[in-house]
């Protein structure tokens, strides 16, 4: 018998067991003709069963029951049934047993969501199901819903029922410690490091390179706290929903008897909306992140402001109006939000303490056009979980002139997609010009070259181009959801014929990795490393060149989280 011919026989041996042997579940068969009712009760890990685990027969039909505010889509985990979208209220199609051995299966828009049939107890969450979660921009299916930076909490989440609405309290108690090899500028939210020409002087009149300062932070100002309300029994007309955040990022208070020990931060809003939904519809009203490149990557390290911020991830939260249409397994977005840019080369930043305008709120608002954003994506299936692949737009412009303006303008990709259980692949890619409402461009949006003397009209003003982006690899090793490894890097790369001087920052990219250990189901320990690679250039006679200062840094992070 020949190679070829012994292949062809253990292929047909292998598709013939197949055949033969049954398998847990089927749409057609005989059944009982009382089928057993699962019914679908919140996205709380198993406890959005009830029962957990169902004790069913061989040859009796089940079927899951949507009672809850939200969409769902239910698997079997072997492959034996995918039973579809089932909206609020919906009853599924009949899955008949064939066999009394235990069977799992899961919601693929909610994976934490996992159940049982005849099994002795319900199942714990896989690391891929356990450690999906809504991350920073990743518009949930239904409803409003909490956000959680890393591995979110399955269990024990604080809900009631106020009148006709669902209220749930959530949030995150973060401390942060840091330590850093060098200058930054960020500090314990670390944004590019400062150039190695840089001096420190200190209080007794020594001065040191940047290079070689280093600082310990401890701080708790990222921790957030949060409001989601949705309604306890949705109609089948349009409901109403809604979520309210904020963190304690806000600026220090100016207090000439408190000590600059950095820890009373006040409050800052991060967001708040609220949103109609029908069927497939969303339309949100409200603060929230831009529809422009919504991922971010995982990190307990920034919270107040999203890891890559002016090293390739573009973000902002921003009042808007937006609309979300979802046709299958297509996301349609598009929507107006303010248009606000605050370029310190263009505009005077308000005074200190102050929260009205006296003048102009921006050269953005004062062009009296909104920013334009929208965005297409496919969300389909991959190995048991929801994927994502996207292209957004964006268009603004702010007025510089009596006559002129200077357009904002990006287009940016963007892509969730999991390998399997133990592997998922996410990040985003743009190109673009006057990029700083998003700290695109290395938080450079127009160059200016200023006149003499000062007071003068500047001699050039014009937008800046740049191209940047980052990748994320999550690597979960066990099946318990308990640990997670994240792998990435990131750059953000302004066009250096775009640039003026006075506007020198040509590239700055970072590394990064870090551990995430689930102590308990709330508390997660999280170890992060990254380096900072930041490089300048330098200006003769208005012509770019040579190099200027760069610098590099290398920044350890340990967070402690308690998610509630």
């Given at each position: ?11 047909a ?10 398998t ?55 492959g ?19 066999s ?51 591995i ?17 309290l ?15 500028i ?7 490091t400062?150039p ?13 390179h ?22 306890a ?9 809604g ?37 497939r519809?969303r ?37 808007q ?10 996301v ?28 102009a ?14 965005r ?10 929801k ?6 737009g964006h ?11 200077l357009r ?77 490894v ?79």
């Amino acid at each position: 018998m020949t190679r070829l011919q012994r292949l062809a026989l253990i292929i047909a041996i292998v598709f013939t067991a197949r055949l033969v042997v049954p398998t847990h579940a089927s749409a057609q068969g005989q059944g009982s003709s009382t089928p057993v009712t699962i019914s679908i009760v919140g996205t709380s890990g198993p406890g959005a069963y009830t029962p957990n685990t169902a004790p069913v027969s061989t040859g009796t039909a089940v079927v899951w029951k949507n009672n809850d505010s939200r969409t769902h889509h239910i698997v079997l985990d072997d492959g034996s049934a995918d039973l579809g979208n089932l909206q609020p209220g919906a009853t599924s199609r009949a899955v008949t047993l064939n066999s009394s051995s235990p069977v799992t299966f899961h919601c693929t828009i909610h994976p934490s969501m996992v159940g049982s049939i005849n099994g002795s107890a319900p199942p714990a969450a896989s690391a891929s199901q356990a450690t999906s979660s809504y991350g920073y921009g990743e518009t949930p299916d239904t409803g409003a819903q909490p956000e959680f930076p890393g591995i979110p909490p399955s269990q024990n989440k604080i809900e009631m029922q106020a009148g006709a609405y669902t209220v749930r309290l959530y949030g995150t108690l973060l401390l942060n410690t840091s330590r850093s090899s060098g200058g930054l500028i960020g500090q314990d939210v670390p944004l590019w490091t400062s150039p190695s020409a840089g001096n420190v002087t200190f209080p007794d009149g020594t001065v040191g390179h940047s290079r070689d300062t280093h600082d310990l932070i401890f701080t708790m100002r990222q921790s957030i706290v949060g409001l989601a309300l949705n309604p306890a029994n949705p109609g089948a007309g349009w409901s109403t929903s809604g979520r309210i955040e904020t963190d304690f990022f806000g600026p220090r208070p100016v207090d000439t008897f408190v000590p600059q020990n950095r820890a009373l931060n006040t409050p800052r809003l991060r967001v708040a909306y609220f949103q109609l939904e029908h069927k497939r519809t969303r339309i949100v009203f409200g603060q929230d992140k831009m529809i422009l490149a919504p991922l971010d990557p995982i990190s307990l390290s920034h919270v107040a402001l999203p890891l890559g911020a002016t090293a390739g991830d573009l973000w902002a939260w921003l009042p808007q109006i937006r609309i979300d249409v979802r046709p299958s397994i297509f996301v349609l977005q598009a929507g107006v939000l303010r248009p606000q840019f605050g370029d310190p080369r263009l505009e005077t930043p308000p005074a200190a303490g102050t929260s009205l305008d006296t003048g102009a709120s921006g050269l953005g608002e004062r062009s009296t056009q909104p920013f334009y954003q929208g965005r297409v994506a496919v969300e389909p299936h991959v190995f048991g979980s929801k994927a994502s692949i996207g292209i957004a737009g964006h268009m603004g412009r702010e007025r510089i002139g009596v006559d002129r303006t200077l357009r904002s303008s990006a287009v940016a990709f963007d892509a969730n997609v999991p390998f399997g259980h133990h592997l998922i692949a996410r990040g985003e890619a743009f190109n673009g010009s006057n990029l700083i409402p998003f700290q695109g461009g290395i938080a450079q949006g127009a160059a200016v070259q200023a006149a003499t003397p000062a007071t003068a009209p500047p001699l050039a003003i014009q937008a800046i181009h740049s191209k940047g982006g980052w990748a994320e690899a999550t690597v979960l090793p066990d099946s318990h959801g308990k640990n997670a490894v994240y792998i990435g890097l990131g750059s953000d790369r302004p066009k250096v014929s775009t640039l003026l001087p006075g506007s020198t920052r040509v590239e700055n990219t970072f590394y990064w990795i870090s551990y995430f250990r689930k102590l308990t189901d709330n508390v997660t320990a999280a170890v992060e490393w990254s380096q900072w690679h930041f490089h300048t250039i330098t200006f003769t006679n208005g012509v770019a060149g040579p190099k200027g200062p760069d610098n590099k840094a290398d920044v350890v992070n340990v967070s402690f989280a308690y998610q509630f």
